[in-house]
């Protein structure tokens, strides 16, 4: 997945000149999602089409062509191959752009387009609904705002400088009526995602909103790179192992120290063929104990975003974690989970995707007997018990291997009937 900023806000709160400079500055595809259905307005009105002719408006969507250029340093607006950079910012087009950008047509179809255009390369979009409904997972949301006396101000030197004729009286007419439209709108409003950094830029210089905006960008950018680098893996060298060998010896003392530590059936883990471990996960540290209180040296799966805390950045790669991300089919992480299976390492993946699953009723993933099926290995259950408060008695039971190529038939579901009885086990193993 590419880096993603998704910067939301209403017309004038200064969207386009922060994020093509944030593009500039950190080298990122920009896309200005308003120009997009500006030019399907002005198509719209070109053609006269009848809004409520939903077989014209489809056909019309499946024929447009929109495409963004920088020619002379400058960002370009094409529409079916014609410069229309200044021809959407006309007012006729203006008048009609939010009505027509909040068609349910209009929105499914440019939605589509946003999220193709942008997976595929580090984006910066503005818009107003880019934080909730386009890239509802962006790294970074940010959402811009500003009174709407500086709003208007700032068109009218906008419109000057492009020659765009318009009275302060139907500029500020166009932005009440438009801010009205695009916050009660049905589909897609503008609002500020729960999670976007709330940025009023009303009182700064240009310059100094666009830093204040570099500056969230930057710690963002940062994250996203300690997560990325997980699924690269740092080369096993001997000095690495030296280390892990060191890190592991001490962090298994402390973990001995503030547990009384009892394991059962270890020789299950045990000799030197791929294995899929896979335990009932309580809290942050029952993976590490098995990892640190076993002689055979476990690889973890963990969530993709555990990477972006700086010590456990370290100790991941140390320690070869394999980072996921939930809820998609992450191929990077198949693909290193399968390698390290077929080389006969030992993975620990915990199949209820996180702590206390089971009590709190989620879904049990597949991916754990799928990836055994695929490598063909065993999947050994562990059942760990324990509060964890310090000085009490934390046991590991380690159960019988289960071959979940046993459960292959013709019935769709088997790896459904495969992954209940690792859980069965997984639940016997931990009362
Ligand atoms: O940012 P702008 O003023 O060029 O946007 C033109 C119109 O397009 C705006 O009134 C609302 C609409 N729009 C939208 O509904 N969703 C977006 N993501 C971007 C713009």
Redesign the pocket.
């Known amino acids: 997945m590419s880096f993603i900023v998704a910067i939301?806000g209403p017309?004038?709160s200064g969207?386009?000149t922060i994020a093509s400079a944030v593009a500039k500055k950190f080298d990122l595809f920009y896309l200005?999602?308003?120009?997009?259905?500006?030019c399907v307005?002005l198509k719209f009105l070109e053609e006269k089409i009848d809004l409520d002719d939903k077989d014209s408006v489809k056909a019309l969507l499946k024929s447009i062509n929109i495409d963004f250029k920088k020619e002379d340093g400058e960002e370009k607006v094409f529409l079916d191959k014609k410069d229309v950079t200044k021809e959407?910012?006309e007012k006729h087009v203006?008048e009609n752009?939010?009505k027509i950008?909040?068609l349910k047509e209009v929105?499914l179809s440019?939605?589509n387009l946003?999220r193709k255009i942008c997976s595929k390369y580090d984006s910066v979009?503005?818009?107003?609904?880019?934080g909730t409904?386009?890239f509802p997972d962006a790294d970074i949301k940010i959402y811009l705002d500003a009174s709407i006396d500086e709003r208007i101000r700032r068109r009218i030197a906008q419109n000057k400088e492009k020659g765009i004729e318009m009275s302060e009286d139907e500029i500020r007419n166009s932005i009440i009526s438009?801010d009205n439209?695009?916050k009660t709108?049905e589909i897609?409003p503008?609002k500020q995602a729960e999670d976007a950094i709330y940025v009023d830029t009303t009182n700064y210089s240009t310059k100094k909103n666009i830093n204040r905006v570099c500056l969230i960008v930057k710690k963002a950018r940062k994250k996203y790179e300690r997560i990325q680098s997980g699924y690269v893996m740092t080369k096993e060298t001997t000095l690495k192992r030296i280390r892990r060998s060191i890190i592991k010896h001490f962090l298994s003392a402390v973990y001995h120290i503030v547990y009384r530590i009892r394991k059962n059936g270890v020789e299950n883990i045990e000799g030197d063929e791929g294995i899929v471990i896979c335990a009932n996960h309580l809290n942050f540290i029952d993976a590490a104990g098995i990892v640190l209180l076993n002689k055979r040296y476990i690889r973890f799966v963990a969530k993709h975003d555990l990477y972006r805390f700086r010590i456990i950045n370290y100790l991941g790669h140390l320690f070869n974690i394999i980072p996921v991300k939930r809820d998609s089919s992450d191929v990077k992480s198949l693909k290193l989970c399968l390698k390290s299976l077929k080389s006969g390492e030992a993975l620990g993946i915990f199949p209820e995707g996180t702590r206390k699953g089971m009590e709190k009723n989620v879904d049990v993933k597949n991916g754990a007997a799928f990836l055994a099926y695929k490598a063909k290995v065993k999947v050994v259950p562990v059942g760990i018990k324990g509060t964890f408060k310090p000085f009490t008695k934390v046991e590991f039971n380690f159960g019988k291997p289960v071959d979940v190529k046993e459960f292959k038939t013709n019935d769709p579901n088997w790896l459904d009937r495969a992954t209940n009885e690792i859980m069965n086990q997984i639940v016997e193993l931990s009362k």
Do not use: C, E, P
């Open positions: 939301d017309a004038g969207k386009g200005d999602t308003g120009a997009m259905y500006r307005t959407i910012r203006t752009v939010s950008s909040h929105r440019m939605v946003q979009l503005d818009g107003r609904d880019i409904n386009v438009r439209n695009d709108s897609a503008l």
